[in-house]
């Protein structure tokens, strides 16, 4: 991200006229490296983003709405969050193997990741849970 950052910064005080030392300055670098921090999580390249920013809600929010799988590197916090892990089996329902355990039991987060992704997710679900959504939440997907 360091080459990425000093780009920023050449655009920011070059090009743009923007005085190093004002807030708004830090606003706008700050709101940059994190786009781009987004575009290497799109494109599978999650160790390239700084480890801080996936403590940081707002950006692992944004993340896992675009790609789920960035749920694994997000704060052991942040994957106990349900609106993170939900905003995430929305995106791909396999990413429910990195929720916390108390959120593999939540029936909505469940049958959202089924519905992102089928039945595969059910290996992540304790097989007594998996039966009683398969009887009620979801009996239309397993009616005859």
Do not use: C, W
């Not at 939540?106 to 992704?117: H, L, P, Q």
């Amino acid at each position: 991200m360091t080459p990425v950052a000093f780009k920023i910064h050449e655009d920011l005080v070059n090009k743009e006229k923007i005085d190093a030392s004002s807030d708004k300055y830090y606003n706008e670098l700050d709101k940059r490296i994190k786009k781009e921090a987004l575009n290497f999580i799109i494109n599978l390249d999650y160790k390239s983003v700084p480890k801080e920013f996936y403590k940081d809600k707002s950006f692992v929010l944004e993340a896992v709405k675009e790609n789920g799988y960035a749920l694994e590197y997000a704060n052991e916090n942040l994957q106990k969050d349900k609106s993170i892990v939900i905003e995430a089996v929305k995106q791909n329902g396999y990413t429910l193997q990195f929720a916390d355990e108390s959120l593999k039991k939540d029936r909505s987060i469940i049958v959202a990741a089924f519905k992102t992704n089928g039945s595969g997710i059910f290996r992540f679900v304790d097989k007594f849970l998996k039966k009683d959504l398969m009887d009620k939440e979801l009996k239309e997907y397993f009616s005859p």
